[in-house]
């Protein structure tokens, strides 16, 4: 099975936006648990935010909440990350994750490999 296709990274200021996409394949988007990960430079990989199968506006962790917002696509099997308010310590490559439920924001029961992911870069 292919791993989720992680793209719209880029550079940054301080206070601007960028929207990520992560592109799925493989399964019905609509079945999965999805979210997001962040792994800033020489740190682990961390999850940020997760939307269960039925939608709404998901779960985060208190350091992106009211800044990011996950939604999902399910027709385009397309899940996005809509990040506001850019801080340098966002800096870092985000990974997207499929699996069956949302532990807050963690992805529990994750499935299939990690993609490349998609670096963001916020400096001024």
């Known amino acids: 099975q292919l791993p989720l296709a992680e793209s719209g990274g880029g550079l940054v200021q301080p206070g601007g936006s960028l929207t990520l996409s992560c592109s799925a394949s493989?399964?019905?988007?609509?079945?999965?648990?999805v979210g997001w990960y962040h792994q800033a430079p020489g740190k682990e990989r961390e999850g940020i935010s997760c939307?269960?199968?039925?939608?709404?506006?998901?779960f985060y962790t208190d350091s992106v909440k009211g800044r990011f917002t996950i939604s999902r696509d399910n027709s385009n099997r397309t899940i996005y990350l809509q990040m506001n308010n850019l801080k340098p310590e966002d800096t870092g490559v985000y990974f997207c994750?499929?699996?069956?439920?949302?532990?807050?924001?963690?992805?529990?029961?994750?499935?299939?490999?990690w993609g490349k992911g998609t670096l963001v870069t916020v400096s001024s």
């Open positions: 994750r499929r699996g069956y439920v949302c532990y807050d924001f963690i992805v529990a029961y994750g499935v299939g490999s």
């Open positions: 493989g399964f019905t988007l609509e079945d999965s648990a």
């Open positions: 939307m269960s199968a039925s939608g709404g506006s998901g």
